[in-house]
T-cell receptor, first 114, second 119 residues
Framework: AQSVSQHNHHVILSEAASLELGCNYS??????LFWYVQYPGQHLQLLLKYFSGDPLVKGIKGFEAEFIKSKFSFNLRKPSVQWSDTAEYFC????????????FGKGTKLSVIP | GAVVSQHPSWVICKSGTSVKIECRSLDFQATTMFWYRQFPKQSLMLMATSNEGSKATYEQGVEKDKFLINHASLTLSTLTVTSAHPEDSSFYIC???????????????FGPGTRLTVT
């Protein structure tokens, strides 16, 4: 069965610290990968996505993610977090071109301390 | 950017009544909309895929007679929770798929969600 795993439930960082949130997927065949962010009281927003090509994907607000096929991973990174990055982050996947049903991970809550 | 709205944002209803939640794509046409359910501290679980002009496709374990979905136009899908019970209390989120070329094939835009509380 298709699944997405996020190993960190809650991450607490100080401002300016570097961030890496783990995401692993279990899919057969071609996979599309996404990171969404949900700020407190707001709706899900797309941070970045990977369909094909360069495995290092740059998104909005200084976030990036690297697709490592051999590790079935798509970790989210940011070199220096800000208080405004406090939010919940969801990794999601869909299988192949033409398939748009997303499977979400359980989410990682990020708290950034000023 | 593509905006999706939901109405109402929160609703409280009595057990046994029905509740309708609307999902609208405000500035684009959406041939496909999705309905998710999110329990506290858990992920979004896909309930059903709603295609304009046809019957919705429900995920395994989701009762189609309880969660009625109608996608009557390219900008509106509705989810009706029939004979609601306290266990139906949850956060319901819709998303809409932007109809377009290959690059946007798998991109969805999410609504703000509807908090349903059944007493």
């Amino acid at each position: 069965a298709q699944s997405v795993s996020q190993h960190n439930h809650h991450v607490i960082l100080s401002e300016a610290a570097s961030l890496e949130l783990g995401c692993n997927y279990s899919y057969g065949g071609t996979v599309n990968l996404f990171w969404y962010v949900q700020y407190p009281g707001q709706h899900l927003q797309l941070l970045l996505k990977y369909f094909s090509g360069d495995p290092l994907v740059k998104g909005i607000k200084g976030f990036e993610a690297e697709f490592i096929k051999s590790k079935f991973s798509f970790n989210l990174r940011k070199p220096s977090v800000q208080w405004s990055d406090t939010a919940e982050y969801f990794c999601a996947a869909s299988s192949g071109a033409g398939s748009y049903q997303l499977t979400f991970g359980k989410g990682t809550k990020l708290s950034v301390i000023p | 950017g593509a905006v999706v709205s939901q109405h109402p944002s929160w609703v409280i209803c009595k057990s046994g009544t029905s509740v309708k939640i609307e999902c609208r794509s405000l500035d684009f046409q959406a041939t496909t909309m999705f309905w998710y359910r999110q329990f506290p501290k858990q992920s979004l679980m896909l309930m059903a895929t709603s295609n304009e002009g046809s019957k919705a496709t429900y995920e395994q374990g989701v009762e189609k007679d309880k969660f009625l979905i109608n996608h009557a136009s390219l900008t509106l899908s509705t989810l009706t929770v029939t004979s609601a019970h306290p266990e139906d209390s949850s956060f319901y989120i819709c998303s809409a798929k932007l109809a377009g070329g290959l690059l946007t094939l798998s991109e969805q835009y999410f609504g703000p969600g509807t908090r349903l509380t059944v007493t």
